[in-house]
DNA sequence: TTTGTTTTGGGACGATCGTTCAGGTAATTT
DNA sequence: AAATTACCTGAACGATCGTCCCAAAACAAA
């Protein structure tokens, strides 16, 4: 068993890194459709072929990011839920902001994790990391109401995407009734 | 004040709507990142170009597609509040209907239509097109209580795009009691 | 040091891209 | 009939694309 790292692998490890990071810019910024080999690697400070070099294709580029993209994405909403835990709180405002933050300062990320979805519906592979956040909550809420759950899940998803494309993202106080409505048992 | 139609401009329209028929197949079949005046061009069996003569750039292309589609879309959703009012249902059994055929027979159209949602997210000029099967439902459907009534806009978006990244399309009886939940006043 | 492995990066190849242009045909107007 | 307008299309240009090749550099193992 090896306890040193090869310092040729932590260089390479360390530069796919920042590729993935600099990939997941250019989505933010332009779109998957303004993803290539060249402008990701200008956005990375690296020459064309180290993209080529790390990553079999485009493709796997593409993939690579958006399953990093959908980590982290899981690991917010694992702490929202820890947050919201520890205050005794409901949710509802935790949501609400959450919410609220994803469609404002947060839109480009929340663009591209829809970009993942849209990509994962026509790529089964990716389908896993696109369900991850859902398996999440899914694993961490108690739900006694399967109906109600599916219908928060959705609802999520739903004020997301619409809200992607109001002319200006609503705020959390906005949010807040239709959070309440979706979290109010019945 | 002329009656008589100009034989050249409805020929040129007439092959306008074909290659926006032949963009929308494209779309479907392999998503906005496949649309080239080349592919189009091909699947209506015009020559290249033939797309660039009728759309003065690509671009203007793809928005007129994904007009085109969202006007469908929003005629679609009024006959379907048109026949449930006619049966006097609720519209629980045709919303529930009209999911699983989006998400099963019609799903590269479903796909498509969120490829503009999320091309509207980044142009604004597609946003009213893109909220028109919205603004149909608004204006159609009375809701008392308006909370409620985001709530179910935001639950049909999320069934669909979550429906769009299962392994298998939910069928119309599993997608029903959520439909059912989303509609019941309480 | 020598040998082997991994990363780096400049250069280039063929393919495909959006778009332009010029010459043509058909329909309408004068 | 002549002029004008609108549509059609083959050919081609320059740009950009994904990817490959190969030699140099960095590092590890011998």
Redesign the interface.
């Known amino acids: 068993m090896k306890l040193q790292v090869d310092g040729r692998k932590a260089r390479g490890d360390k530069r796919r890194a920042e590729i993935i990071e600099a990939t997941l810019r250019v989505i933010e910024r332009d ?3 303004g993803v290539t080999h060249r402008t990701v690697a200008a956005e990375a400070g690296v020459p064309t072929t180290s993209t080529t070099y790390h990553f079999s294709s485009l493709d796997d580029l593409l993939v690579a990011t958006l399953i990093s993209c959908a980590r982290d994405m899981a690991t917010e909403v694992y702490w929202m839920i820890d947050r919201a835990r520890s205050r005794g709180s409901r949710g509802a405002e935790e949501v609400a902001g959450l919410l609220a933050e994803a469609l404002g300062p947060r839109r480009g990320r929340t ?1 591209a994790e ?2 993942l ?2 990509l ?3 790529k ?1 592979e990716l ?1 896993p990391a ?2 991850r956040w ?1 398996d999440v909550l899914t694993s961490m809420v108690r739900h006694d109401d399967e ?2 759950f ?2 928060f ?7 997301l ?2 809200g ?4 200006e993202p609503p705020s959390a106080e906005e949010l807040r ?2 959070v ?3 979290l109010k048992p ?1």
């Open positions: 779109g998957v459709a663009m829809y970009e979805y849209l994962a519906a026509r089964p389908r696109a369900r859902l109906v109600a599916r219908v899940l959705a609802g999520i998803d739903g004020l995407i619409q992607l494309i109001d002319d009734p239709v309440d409505y979706l019945r």
